[in-house]
Every structure is written in structure tokens, then in C-alpha cells.
């Protein structure tokens, strides 16, 4: 088992955090508990989590850190952003915004839990709603809509710290059904840096989530 980034461990092609509830499971993933007992392990699956996927894909920079603030927009049922809370650990929050309300009960819950994450109801389009938030080292992104780009960009614009990043996950079915995926990813990370992002990386999801790409970009 290998520390590929803080918080993040490796071990073969499965990558696990150290669970922040020890005993409790979030979507029915392994866990496992280190021999000496000093921490239990939560394995990330990449079918379930772009962000797992991006990982396992070679992700080179891991924005999303021990202590981070997160801006999680499309938190859903709170699988990825689980995830998110173990490496951000107590010193860091993340607060996940959703605004379907079938899924948010499970993210309500989760944030009950897990006292480094808010579940808050409202419209990623509308950031004016939920300005108070603190500025955050991290935007995450993925909510599937032909206008995720204008959101992240926004929220970007509001919340997100001078040399922070912004971590995108791309649907190219949900912008251009009629265009093929690579030309989507580019025109999307073409729109970042005309908003004037630095493109940190941009990632292919294949296998484990079809015609996706994450892109990691700096402000
Ligand atoms: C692909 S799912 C997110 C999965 C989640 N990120 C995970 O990995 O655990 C997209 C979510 O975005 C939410 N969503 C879509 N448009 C939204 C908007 N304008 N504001 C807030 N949430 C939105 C949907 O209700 C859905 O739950």
C-alpha cells in the first residue's frame, strides 16, 4: 500500500482513504483495517466516482488536500464526496451543493456524520444563494448539464482562491450528442482558459465512466 497523495493510498489498481467513521460504509465499498489498528481503510470506486476514476487514470496533481475547503457542486447521493471529507480530514470542509431533493436526504445524513461536510440545497446556477460560504482552495464540479462549464466558471469566479483549482468532470452526451468526445473536452477546456484558467491537466475517464474527461485547471 503506497501514500500516492495525502490522504490518498494505492495498492495495485484499487485506491483507498483512511475512513473518518471508522466501521460506517457510505455506498457499500470495502473496508479495511491496517494491521496495527491505527487506521481503517475505504476502498474509492472509480465506477462510482469520477474523481476515483481520474485517480486511477494518473491524475498527477491532487488538489483536494488534508485541510482543504471544498466547493462540491453536484453532490448527490455523497459517494465522491465521502471521499473528499476522509482526505480533508477534521481541519478541512467541504460544503456540497444539490439540488435535487430524492437525492439530498442521503447527503443530509452523511453530513450528519461526518462533521466536515455541509448538505445544502440549492442551484449551482445560482451562487448569489449560498454567497456567505468562506472562499475555497478547491471548486469540484460534476453535474451533468450542457451549462456545467458557465457554472463552474461562476462558482469559480465567487468562491474559488487566486491559484486554487477548479476540477471539472465533463459529460461530453450531456453538451453535444452529435459531436465526438474529444472535440467536447477541447472545446470545454478551450472556454477555462478563455475565462483565463491554466489547464493543469485533462484526464480521459475510459473505462470507468464512458465518454467523460476530468479537467484540472488553475485560476
Ligand atoms: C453525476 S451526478 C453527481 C455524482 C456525484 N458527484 C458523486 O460522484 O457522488 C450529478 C448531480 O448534479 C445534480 N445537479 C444537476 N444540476 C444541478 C444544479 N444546477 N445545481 C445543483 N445540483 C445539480 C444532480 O441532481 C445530480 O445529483
Known amino acids: ?111 450528519n456524520q461526518r462533521k466536515n461536510i455541509a448538505a445544502m440545497m440549492a442551484d449551482a446556477r445560482k451562487p448569489e444563494v449560498y454567497k456567505w460560504i468562506e472562499e475555497c482552495d478547491v471548486v469540484f464540479c460534476d453535474i451533468a448539464d450542457p451549462q456545467e462549464t458557465d457554472m463552474a466558471i461562476r462558482n469559480s469566479t465567487e468562491f474559488l482562491k487566486k491559484g486554487g483549482c477548479l476540477m471539472i468532470a465533463i459529460k461530453s452526451q450531456s453538451i453535444d450528442v452529435t459531436k465526438r468526445p474529444q472535440q467536447i473536452y477541447e472545446q470545454e477546456k478551450n472556454r477555462l482558459e478563455r475565462a483565463g484558467f491554466e489547464i493543469v491537466q485533462m484526464i480521459d475517464l475510459e473505462p470507468h465512466e464512458e465518454k467523460h474527461c476530468m479537467i484540472v485547471a488553475r485560476k
Open 1 to 111: 500500500m503506497k501514500e500516492i497523495f495525502p490522504g490518498v493510498f494505492k495498492d495495485g489498481n484499487r485506491v483507498y482513504t483512511v475512513n473518518l467513521t471508522p466501521g460506517k460504509k457510505v455506498y457499500g465499498e470495502k473496508l479495511i483495517d491496517e494491521k496495527q489498528g491505527a487506521k481503517q481503510l475505504r476502498e474509492w470506486d472509480p465506477r462510482r466516482s469520477k474523481l476515483g476514476a481520474a485517480i486511477v487514470n494518473g491524475l498527477k496533481e491532487m488538489p483536494i488536500k488534508p485541510g482543504s475547503v471544498v466547493l462540491y457542486l453536484g453532490a448527490s447521493t455523497g459517494t465522491t464526496i465521502s471521499h473528499v471529507s476522509d482526505i480533508i480530514g477534521k481541519d478541512g470542509f467541504a460544503y456540497g451543493i444539490e439540488f435535487a431533493e430524492r437525492v439530498l436526504r442521503n447527503l443530509v445524513e452523511l453530513a
